[in-house]
């Protein structure tokens, strides 16, 4: 349990919760193991409308059958399912580049840290914001 709590304290997102927050986050939290190849989301599905923190190894995003980008240890993914209503169908593919061990958080807990942590709000609305200006959007590409 103290690696969950020190890789959720390492994430920008979750660094400057209370020790409360990351007590209860490391607690809910789930480590689920992929081997390499595996899928870990599918596009389309509505399926596993998880938020995942990367412990270990690297995914590949493809989206439309072309690999996007690529994360690794501490990075994330998954805060558009974890924040919007259910059945939304997700945006692209996760599939384990490597092994991978990742944490998983559900729906249920990000959007309560939404709702009771504006500093934790305003971190997953940076890093979305970072993420759509990476992608090309041409509302946001000049946030830094």
Same mark, same amino acid.
């Given at each position: 349990?103290?690696?969950?709590?020190?890789?959720?304290?390492?994430?920008? !997102?979750? *660094?400057?919760?209370?020790? +409360?927050?990351?007590?209860?986050?490391?607690?809910?939290?789930?480590?689920?193991?992929?081997?390499?190849?595996?899928?870990? $989301?599918?596009?389309?599905?509505?399926?596993?409308?998880?938020?995942? !923190?990367?412990?270990?190894?690297? $995914?590949?995003?493809?989206?439309?059958?072309?690999?996007?980008?690529?994360?690794?240890?501490?990075?994330?993914? +998954?805060?558009?399912?974890?924040? *919007?209503?259910?059945?939304?169908?997700?945006?692209?593919?996760?599939?384990? %580049?490597?092994?991978?061990?990742?944490?998983?958080?559900?729906?249920? @807990?990000?959007?309560?840290? $939404?709702?009771?942590?504006?500093?934790?709000?305003? %971190?997953?609305?940076?890093?979305?914001?970072?993420?759509?200006?990476?992608? +090309?959007?041409? @509302?946001? *590409?000049?946030?830094?």
């Amino acid at each position: 349990m103290a690696d969950v709590r020190e890789l959720l304290r390492s994430s920008p !997102l979750f *660094s400057d919760l209370s020790e +409360g927050h990351i007590d209860s986050l490391a607690r809910a939290a789930k480590i689920r193991s992929f081997p390499q190849g595996s899928k870990i $989301v599918e596009e389309g599905h509505t399926a596993g409308a998880g938020f995942w !923190l990367i412990m270990s190894g690297t $995914v590949d995003v493809i989206k439309g059958g072309r690999k996007v980008t690529s994360f690794g240890p501490g990075e994330h993914f +998954g805060e558009v399912a974890a924040l *919007s209503d259910l059945d939304t169908p997700r945006s692209a593919d996760v599939v384990a %580049a490597t092994d991978v061990e990742a944490l998983q958080l559900t729906r249920w @807990e990000v959007k309560g840290l $939404v709702k009771t942590d504006p500093d934790f709000a305003i %971190a997953m609305m940076r890093s979305l914001l970072q993420r759509l200006a990476a992608a +090309g959007a041409p @509302e946001v *590409s000049d946030i830094q």
